[in-house]
């Protein structure tokens, strides 16, 4: 309760400066498969000794090209993308083709902000803090990309586990051998459960960024958190897909991307693990 201590200005700020970062993180959640695809493709055309054909768009980032419609390319102006604010007045609409927006965007504007400020109110502000927003803001870009294309890339799962590992050797979140056994065996349970499925079915029951994604949860807490975390990320996943198919007739051939569920489960038990422990102590008994 550090920042609600400090008066309401503080907690405004956090949540101003919490809806910027949902906007960054859209932009993230939008680019970065747009940029491996294009990383891939130009990799492709290297291999096979293609001429690639010219692309303007060639060294696509990020930052770059600005920000514009994906419609009609028209620019977006500085006053076009204030959180949340530019979606209302807009109307969720292009303001040039006038081309729906997607809700998502203000959603994960807000979601981050929320999220950005309970971390704060529960760590206060100081190093720890800033560890645990990097790890919240990763799992919100990494649930967002999942969602679109059903990649978890590993230019954010990697970093996130080794910033894990790196917090951990100065016993930030946990003591480092559990940190390290996190990793190992958050990536070893799902590799088995992987090929475990594929022997049985001949079908893959997941993709390899979900082991990475867990060895980087074990990684910021350690390998005893670690069957709450896949006992509460099945459990949502389940139940989601259940309601999809009862009121949305989604067809259960179709895979469901499981990256959005393992963080879920992971954010909850890094912020509210003893509490969930206190509520549930015969699935998860603390120490």
């Known amino acids: 309760m550090h920042l609600l201590l400090e008066g309401w200005p503080l907690c405004v700020l956090t949540v101003i400066f919490g809806l910027l970062m949902g906007s960054f993180l859209n932009v993230v959640i939008h680019r970065t498969p747009i940029s491996l695809d294009k990383k891939w493709r130009a990799e492709c055309y290297d291999y096979l000794e293609i001429t690639p054909p010219q692309d303007n768009s060639a060294h696509y980032s990020i930052v770059w090209p600005g920000s514009h419609c994906p419609?009609?390319?028209?620019?977006?102006?500085?006053?076009?993308?204030?959180?949340?604010?530019?979606?209302?007045?807009?109307?969720?609409?292009?303001?040039?083709?006038?081309?729906?927006?997607?809700?998502?965007?203000?959603?994960?504007?807000?979601?981050?902000?929320a999220f950005t400020l309970l971390v704060v109110i529960k760590f206060g502000l100081g190093w720890q803090c800033l560890g645990a927003l990097i790890f919240t803001w990763s799992l919100i870009a990494l649930t967002g990309i999942d969602l679109d294309t059903q990649l978890l890339p590993d230019g954010i799962c990697l970093p996130l586990l080794w910033l894990g590992l790196i917090a951990n050797s100065f016993g930030a979140y946990t003591d480092i051998q559990s940190a390290l056994w996190g990793?190992?065996?958050?990536?070893?349970?799902?590799?088995?459960?992987?090929?475990?499925?594929?022997?049985?079915?001949?079908?893959?029951?997941?993709?390899?960024?979900?082991?990475?994604?867990?060895?980087?949860?074990?990684?910021?807490?350690?390998?005893?958190?670690?069957?709450?975390?896949?006992?509460?990320?099945?459990?949502?996943?389940?139940?989601?897909?259940?309601?999809?198919?009862?009121?949305?007739?989604?067809?259960?051939?179709?895979?469901?991307?499981?990256?959005?569920?393992?963080?879920?489960?992971?954010?909850?038990?890094f912020m509210y693990g003893p509490e969930i422990s206190a509520a549930a102590p015969m699935l998860f008994p603390m120490g």
């Not at 390319?73 to 609409?93: D, F, R």
């Not at 949305?248 to 179709?254: L, Y």
């Open 183 to 269: 990793a190992i065996v958050g990536y070893m349970s799902l590799w088995t459960v992987f090929w475990a499925f594929k022997l049985a079915t001949g079908k893959e029951g997941m993709g390899f960024g979900d082991f990475k994604l867990l060895a980087a949860l074990g990684a910021w807490m350690g390998w005893q958190s670690l069957p709450m975390i896949i006992l509460v990320s099945s459990a949502s996943g389940v139940l989601v897909a259940v309601l999809m198919m009862i009121f949305f007739a989604h067809d259960r051939r179709v895979p469901i991307a499981f990256g959005p569920y393992l963080a879920l489960g992971g954010w909850l038990a």
């Open 71 to 113: 419609s009609c390319e028209t620019p977006i102006h500085a006053w076009q993308n204030i959180p949340v604010i530019s979606y209302l007045i807009l109307g969720g609409k292009c303001s040039s083709c006038k081309t729906a927006i997607s809700i998502r965007y203000p959603i994960f504007e807000i979601l981050t902000a």
